[in-house]
T-cell receptor, first 114, second 112 residues
Framework: SAVISQKPSRDICQRGTSLTIQCQVD?????MFWYRQQPGQSLTLIAT?????????ESGFVIDKFPISRPNLTFSTLTVSNMSPEDSSIYLC???????????FGSGTQLSVL | GDSVTQMEGPVTLSEEAFLTINCTYT??????LFWYVQYPGEGLQLLLK?????DKGSNKGFEATYRKETTSFHLEKGSVQVSDSAVYFC???????????FGDGTTLTVKP
């Protein structure tokens, strides 16, 4: 299994500012992902965080708005830039470990933008 | 593209009632299928999975069978408890792709 530490767990931010969310895993993982879960909705994949290279973004998400870093196999950050109230959501880090095919999730970051 | 369609909620049951949450999928190839559960105030966690046709995943009294002919993976439990109250997500993942596709989630509330 994998233990994922995601922080902050929640934040309230002002419009136009940026927030960086950190995801730390206790073991090396093959793949790391960032999802968004808007209120009452399902999970939407933002991007796959690639170690040492640019993240792979899904349709509707761009690097300028959601820059992602993954400097090594156990750590990644997601930045929500120039925030607006529409960015209010839960942001989730998830990983697939090398030893199995299970997808593990962090506890999420609940973001509210005023 | 791939998609997962879940039974709309919310679902409200009395304790010890039988639960079924329907899930159907559309995908090319042979995806693995999953059910995730999200308890109030917590993150998602894997409930059960099945990786090929006719496989049955089971955990904590929940079961789901991978039905390729009907492209379904319905979640069932014979006798629900108040502690089963949560949001349940059906999902699929292709063998060679890391990303998963999730259904919209079904909120289950079990009353004593």
């Amino acid at each position: 299994s994998a233990v994922i530490s995601q922080k902050p767990s929640r934040d309230i931010c002002q419009r136009g500012t940026s927030l960086t969310i950190q995801c730390q895993v206790d073991s090396q993982v093959t793949m790391m992902f960032w999802y968004r879960q808007q209120p009452g909705q399902s999970l939407t994949l933002i991007a796959t965080a690639n170690q040492g290279s640019e993240a792979t973004y899904e349709s509707g998400f761009v690097i300028d708005k959601f820059p992602i870093s993954r400097p090594n196999l156990t750590f990644s950050t997601l930045t929500v830039s120039n925030m607006s109230p529409e960015d209010s959501s839960i942001y989730l880090c998830s990983v697939i470990t090398a030893s199995n095919e299970k997808l593990f999730f962090g506890s999420g970051t609940q973001l509210s933008v005023l | 593209g791939d998609s997962v369609t879940q039974m709309e909620g919310p679902v409200t049951l009395s304790e010890e009632a039988f639960l079924t949450i329907n899930c159907t999928y559309t995908a090319t190839g042979y995806p693995s299928l999953f059910w995730y559960v999200q308890y109030p105030g917590e993150g998602l966690q894997l409930l059960l999975k099945a990786t090929k046709a006719d496989d049955k995943g089971s955990n904590k009294g929940f079961e789901a069978t991978y039905r390729k002919e009907t492209t379904s993976f319905h979640l069932e439990k014979g006798s629900v408890q108040v502690s089963d109250s949560a949001v349940y997500f059906c999902a699929l993942r292709k063998a060679n792709a890391g990303k998963s596709t999730f259904g919209d989630g079904t909120t289950l509330t079990v009353k004593p």
